[in-house]
């Protein structure tokens, strides 16, 4: 007999209808005999719905607060999907993150579990009921309460699996498995069977929202089992995150397709080009609690002067262009020109590390799509470019056709 931690999204408790159909799954498992720990989601759409409440009030609400509304979601599945096992004959009970003793950091809307008290939990298991927790939330030391940044629950689910030393944990969502890409934007995607947690942190980190990047980085922390499944159709066996693939020599080139539309570029034009203008543009960034993600810094000819470009979430970029003002003004420089229109698409595979020219394919690929390349970052697995957005889509299923990613004609 196993343990089970089965973490159920938005889509898959939208509607009491799919709660319903969750419920059946869950009692499906304890029936074969298993202990079932479930985390769930907000239904979907509510977690964005309380956020434009908060906005009608407030862009930059109060992060203490913006916890407080949001955890909301929550808390309704849990008691809705709870309900519906005990009516099926199935004894289950619902706690919210702060009940379990989830422990989280204060960075709110952001915040990082630090512990979880599991004992309430196993006692539950021990006394043969469900425990259906609500994910995505938890309290710092002083009880406020926080959440764990958007697709947080996945992070919950992988967190308890840890905690109660799971057997598996396993991510049930609209999709049966990790594909090579998003398969929404590219119907010849392929699912994976297994995918290794670096690869997976990669494709996480670079946009694909199937798994949030935290819930990876604890998988591979604590060497928790995670696999990706359908919570619609019963088949199939999903997507293992692995630590390792185990045979290398078969490590394809290029694994999966990640991209995101949302980015923003700023450049800083005409920056004098001495030491510490980097610095000087990105500190009160930073300050200011914006995360930068690609950086780009061109001399002029003359060599006196410095066009500095980044990116950053388009979230932040009013915020960043604001900033920029005063550094600018500060620097002497030239002026601020910015594009809110962009995209980042990024190939992602361990087998990069062993293979020279994929960028000048992938640079190759795009250029014959007539798509003009406008910033570009590399590491050892990963190449990103940064496009303008409306060819997102064109530049992932080019890419993902000619580095061999397309699944077979059915
Ligand atoms: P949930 O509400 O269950 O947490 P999400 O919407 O957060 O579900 O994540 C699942 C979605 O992730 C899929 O519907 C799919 O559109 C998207 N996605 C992006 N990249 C991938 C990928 N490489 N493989 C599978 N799904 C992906
Ligand atoms: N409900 C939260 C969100 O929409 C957390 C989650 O779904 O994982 O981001
Ligand atoms: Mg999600």
Do not use: W
């Not at 809705?80 to 960075?107: E, F, H, K, R, W």
């Not at 510490?276 to 995360?291: D, M, R, T």
């Amino acid at each position: 007999m196993a343990l089970y931690v089965q973490k159920f999204g938005g889509t898959s408790v939208g509607s009491i209808e799919r709660i319903k159909a969750v419920a059946e799954k869950v009692k499906g498992y304890r029936a074969e005999g298993h202990d079932v720990v479930v985390v769930v989601s907000a239904m979907s759409g509510e977690t964005n719905r309380l956020i434009a409440l908060a906005h009608e009030i407030n862009e930059d609400p109060t992060p203490r607060e913006m916890d407080m509304l949001v955890s909301t979601g929550e808390q309704v599945t849990i008691a809705l999907l709870s309900m519906t096992l005990n009516t099926i004959g199935c004894p289950a009970v619902s706690y919210t993150g702060p009940q379990v003793s989830i422990t989280t950091d204060s960075s709110h809307t952001k915040a990082r579990i630090k512990q979880i008290d599991d004992q309430k939990i196993r006692n539950d298991l021990k006394e043969g009921r469900v425990v259906v927790v609500a994910g995505f939330q938890g309290a710092d030391e002083n009880g406020n309460i926080t959440t764990l940044g958007r697709g947080g629950s996945d992070t919950t689910g992988v967190a308890l699996a840890a905690a109660l030393k799971a057997d598996e944990c396993q991510i049930f969502t609209d999709v049966d498995g990790v594909y090579t890409t998003d398969p929404r934007v590219c119907s010849k995607a392929k699912r994976l069977e297994t995918i290794t947690v670096e690869e997976m942190l990669e494709l996480a980190s670079l946009g694909s929202k199937v798994l949030q990047i935290r819930s990876v980085e604890f998988a591979g922390k604590y060497n928790v089992p995670l696999r990706v499944l359908s919570s619609f159709d019963d088949q199939g066996p999903g997507t293992l995150i692995v630590a390792e693939e185990t045979n290398e020599m078969e490590d394809p080139l290029i694994s999966g397709i990640a991209f995101t539309a949302n980015e923003a570029k700023l450049t800083v034009l005409n920056a004098p080009d001495v030491p510490g203008v980097a610095s000087k543009i990105l500190g009160p960034i930073g300050a200011a609690n914006i995360e930068v993600d690609m950086i780009v810094q061109n001399v002029a000819p003359d060599g006196k002067t410095t066009d500095f470009t980044f990116t950053v979430s388009r979230g932040d970029y009013k915020k960043a262009q604001a900033v920029l003002e005063g550094v600018v003004a500060e620097l002497g420089a030239g002026e601020i020109s910015g594009d809110n229109a962009i995209a980042k698409v990024s190939l992602v595979g361990v087998g990069m590390r062993s293979h020279a020219g994929v960028a000048s394919k992938m640079f190759q690929v795009l250029s014959d799509e007539g798509i003009n390349i406008r910033m570009v970052s590399t590491s050892e697995i990963k190449i990103s470019v940064v496009i303008d957005e409306k060819f997102m889509e064109l530049a992932v299923r080019a890419l993902h056709t000619a580095f061999g990613l397309d699944k077979e004609e059915e």
